[in-house]
């Protein structure tokens, strides 16, 4: 029987209704251990050099110690705990996973998000998470970094593609063919003309009358019979049975 270690986490926001929420939903979590509370930068870094800390929870905008500014500090560390950014600020990712943040959350934090970041963070505690790939986009005409494994499928759009992710769509001028071959090793598949699935995020399989379809989050896509059979064998692979 395997052994789940928790993490130990800080908390950090200047305004403590924020830390407090936060620190109630991470409680919730089996795999998080015990919370230490900051409500200022200066706090966070004394929590680090007092604590065994696993991961830190960064609110962006903190008077005199940003979060950012503790993720440079604590960059510069032999081996530095990662830092998931929790903020209502859409605009400073760029410079978020310029230092390698392991995630960036926007405020108000859905448990789902959360809980992903929390895995993440376990995966790096077992040393089973490379670097992530992080896909510049522009929205509105403003850059923006996503998480490859933070899209749960592509559509194709002509030369364009959109990116799907739990929060939003991202259109990005790549055709859905070359993404196909760049991410086939990420274990997305090609399900349809029109879509390429992240098969790991396929909740259920419905095969009737020939007819074939996934379920990602809450969108149902198509499989064309074309790809049925590499969709089938992949499915196997993974143990996810058709209607389950």
């Known amino acids: 029987m395997v052994t789940v ?4 986490v800080v908390v950090a926001d200047d305004e403590l209704p924020a830390v407090e929420e936060l620190a ?3 409680g919730r979590d089996a795999r998080i251990g015990t919370i230490h509370r900051a409500s200022s930068g200066a706090e966070a870094l004394r929590a680090l050099e007092k604590y065994p800390v696993d991961a830190l929870f960064l609110d962006i905008h903190m008077p005199s110690l940003s979060g950012l500014d503790i993720a440079r500090v604590i960059s510069r560390f032999r081996k530095p705990p990662p830092v998931v950014f929790v903020t209502a ?4 990712a760029v410079e978020a996973f310029d230092l390698r943040a392991l995630d960036y ?3 108000p934090v859905r448990t789902e998000r959360l809980a992903e970041s929390v895995r993440r963070i376990c995966e790096l505690m ?3 998470t490379p670097a992530p ?3 510049t986009v ?3 005409g403003v850059s923006r970094m996503i998480r490859r494994d933070d899209v749960r499928y592509v559509q194709a759009q002509g030369d364009y593609a959109r990116l799907h992710t739990v929060e939003a769509s991202y259109l990005i001028r790549i055709p859905l063919n070359d993404l196909e071959r760049q991410w086939a090793q990420a274990g997305f598949l090609r399900t349809h003309r029109s879509y390429l699935v992240a098969m790991d995020q396929v909740r259920k399989v419905r095969i009737n009358a020939g007819r074939a379809s996934l379920f990602v989050g809450d969108a149902e896509l198509p499989v064309s019979r074309r790809h049925l059979p590499d969709v089938r064998e992949k499915l196997e692979a993974t143990r996810l049975r058709p209607g389950h």
């Open 126 to 128: 077992e040393g089973s």
């Open 105 to 107: 959350l926007l405020k």
């Open 133 to 135: 790939e992080v896909i």
């Open 89 to 92: 600020d859409e605009d400073r």
């Open 138 to 140: 522009d929205q509105g």
């Open 5 to 8: 270690v928790p993490a130990n």
């Open 24 to 26: 109630f939903l991470l």
